[in-house]
């Protein structure tokens, strides 16, 4: 389950997002925290190695975010497209994949939530 958001960077934190993002060399890090009803505050980390214009992530242990994209140059910082995926561990039993599922659903909601909220605040 993919999630899609445009960004544009330049030198602020995004607004309206629970997003921490940061430029290091040859890439994009950061974190997205988000409250989950059934696991407390999740801090999800993500990395991103940046190839041309192309954002490709880079393996996290989970629970993490993948995070895949292009980021173009505008004014005097980049718009980033993006798809962020949660990456979670693999669930052994059926109980452990049902709950993996539940948890996919919520962050897939309040992701659409933040999103929503953002859009209404016309950033």
């Not at 995004?14 to 989950?36: I, K, S, Y």
């Not at 718009?79 to 561990?89: F, G, I, R, T």
Request: charged content about 25%; cysteine-free; aromatic content about 6%.
């Amino acid at each position: 389950m993919r999630v899609r958001l445009e960004l544009h960077l330049n030198g602020h934190p995004p607004q309206g997002l629970p997003l921490e993002l940061a430029w290091e060399e040859g890439g994009v890090r950061g974190l997205l925290r988000q409250d989950n009803p059934a696991l407390g505050e999740l801090v999800l980390p993500f990395r991103s190695r940046l190839e041309g214009l192309k954002l490709t992530p880079l393996p996290l242990p989970p629970p993490s975010l993948r995070v895949f994209g292009e980021a173009k140059p505008q004014g005097e910082g980049f718009l980033l497209s993006l798809e962020v995926e949660l990456a979670l561990p693999e669930g052994r039993t059926w109980g452990e994949r049902a709950f993996l599922r539940l948890v996919e659903a919520i962050f897939a909601l309040g992701m659409e939530r933040a999103l929503s909220q953002r859009a209404g605040l016309g950033v």
